[in-house]
């Protein structure tokens, strides 16, 4: 279980942590992959967003895969390399740079992708049980809706309550941050199902 933080005690650790996972997160696969592959730049098509749905918009779903690997075991990695060098604390405040690193990579100005798979990484390293949750709840509103954005944030809105029921109750707290953000990050998706104009699985968009 998480620990709560004394930040008055070894301060520059937890920021070596954070930006550990930082460095990791904003690594972004999504366009170094396409790139390599010689695939349009995913920042002219679909969405406009480096993550792996917009991928998909590509037509090549194995660099889709790929990028959703990618995205997903850099929160796995930040959050496993720092528990086994420092600790449980400081892993988790890797796992929290890993997902900022996604959404605001220092390459790319600031404008990465929008952390869902990050988010699930970084769940999956702390708990992997909550994780097969989580991944169910999005299979199962994705089969359903065929809108991926949708499936995501019911996906991350339960995920705190999961946690909580499961008697992980600091780690949902620290998800219930990481959802904000995830929904902060979706809020032109939100208004787009709002209004029924949001794409579904697999179709393309202009980029917005």
Known sequence: ????????????YYAA?????????????????????GAPDLRSIGSGNIGATNVLRTGRKGLAAATLLGDLLKGVA?????????????????????FLGHLFPVWLKFRGGK???????????????????????????????RYSSLSALL?????????????????AQFFVVLTVLVWIMHRANIRRLMTGTESRIGESRKPT
């Open 1 to 12: 279980m998480l620990h709560p933080i004394n930040w008055s005690l070894a301060l520059p």
């Open 17 to 37: 942590a954070l930006a550990f996972g930082y460095a990791l997160g904003s690594i972004p696969f999504g366009l170094l992959l396409t790139r390599l592959a």
């Open 78 to 98: 930040a959050v496993l390399i720092m528990n086994r060098i420092w600790g449980h604390d400081h892993a988790v405040i890797a796992g929290l740079g890993a």
């Open 115 to 145: 952390g869902v798979a990050t988010y699930l990484g970084v769940l999956l390293a702390l708990s992997w049980p909550v994780a097969l949750a989580f991944a169910a709840i999005w299979i199962a509103v994705a089969a359903l809706t």
């Open 155 to 171: 996906a991350t809105a339960a995920t705190p309550a999961v946690l909580w029921f499961n008697g992980d109750r600091l780690e």
